[in-house]
């Protein structure tokens, strides 16, 4: 109960949130954005999680569905533990401009208060600052996103790390490089982690943006990078682009892209998190 009310001290709000990141990225003051949503709750707690064509499994919970193949996942707490222990030393990292963006306690029906303070217990006292909404990018801020941050982001040379199906042609993005991720990237392509490091080592990157679009792989290479060469900014920014990008899950999956895109008015298009 201690812990819980000294987080209260720290309050903070879906837009002004925004604002603080958005502030960076216009002043060109490199940070490191790393989202850890309801998929890495699952596997920050060593509970299975499944995304396959035609179901899925999430700790204790399982259905069916439409996961395209640049969705499927797969992380088996019995032999993949080494992925969750990265997992944990990413969102336990504390560093200047390292934010860390937490499941958000506004959809019950995902993760909600127990996943919030699941994530705040392990994070600990003392980096109330660097911690922020992993949903900041979508749902309510989108638009903002869309019209205000995208814009500036492609003013900067771009890495982009992303599935190998992505199509960046319809985005006009000053791409220097690209690294490509596969299926269950999440365990099979860690090889990236080491992999992009030293690419940014051998070629003096500086002063560039890194969008990720890998899911829990995003979370191991931008603790690992920012680490190591914090004059770059990382952003983790998920299925924000997908729409853009040739891909087709977003249409079943991505219920704030249903909203936004395909007009299909729901509860995520205009949530707005909020934090305990």
């Known amino acids: 109960m201690q812990q819980e009310k000294s987080q209260n001290k720290s309050a903070k709000t879906f837009s002004s949130e925004f604002d ?21 709750v699952y596997i920050l707690k060593g509970e299975k999680l499944v995304l396959a064509p035609d179901h899925y499994i999430t700790g204790e919970r399982s259905g069916g569905g ?27 990292h504390r560093q200047h401009n390292y934010f860390k963006g937490l499941t958000g306690v506004a959809d019950e029906d995902i993760a909600g208060k127990d996943a919030f303070q699941f994530q705040l217990d392990l994070c600990g006292e003392g980096d109330e600052d660097h911690l922020t909404f992993s949903n900041l990018f979508i749902n309510n801020n989108y638009p903002r996103f869309m019209q205000e941050m995208l814009p500036v982001i492609c003013e900067k040379e771009i890495v982009v790390i992303a599935n190998e199906a992505v199509n960046l042609d319809e985005l006009p993005l000053k791409v ?25 080592a051998s070629n003096h990157i500086d002063d560039t943006i890194f969008l990720f679009s890998a899911s829990t792989l995003s979370n191991y290479i931008i603790h690992e990078c920012f680490k190591e060469h914090s004059n770059n900014t990382y952003l983790d920014i998920g299925s924000c682009l997908n729409p853009w990008m040739g891909l087709e899950g977003w249409k079943h999956s991505r219920a704030y892209l249903q909203h936004w895109i395909l007009k299909m008015p729901n509860k995520y298009g205009t949530q707005v998190d909020t934090w305990i």
């Open 20 to 40: 603080k990141l958005f502030q960076k990225l216009k002043d060109n003051e490199p940070f490191a954005f790393s989202r850890f949503s309801d998929g890495e």
């Open 66 to 92: 439409v996961y395209t193949k640049e969705e499927h996942k797969s992380f088996d707490p019995e032999k993949d533990s080494f992925f969750q222990e990265k997992l944990i030393e990413a969102l336990q």
């Open 176 to 200: 220097i490089k690209r690294f490509n991720v596969g299926s269950n990237c999440i365990i099979n392509d860690y090889h990236l982690v080491e992999e992009i490091k030293n690419w940014i």
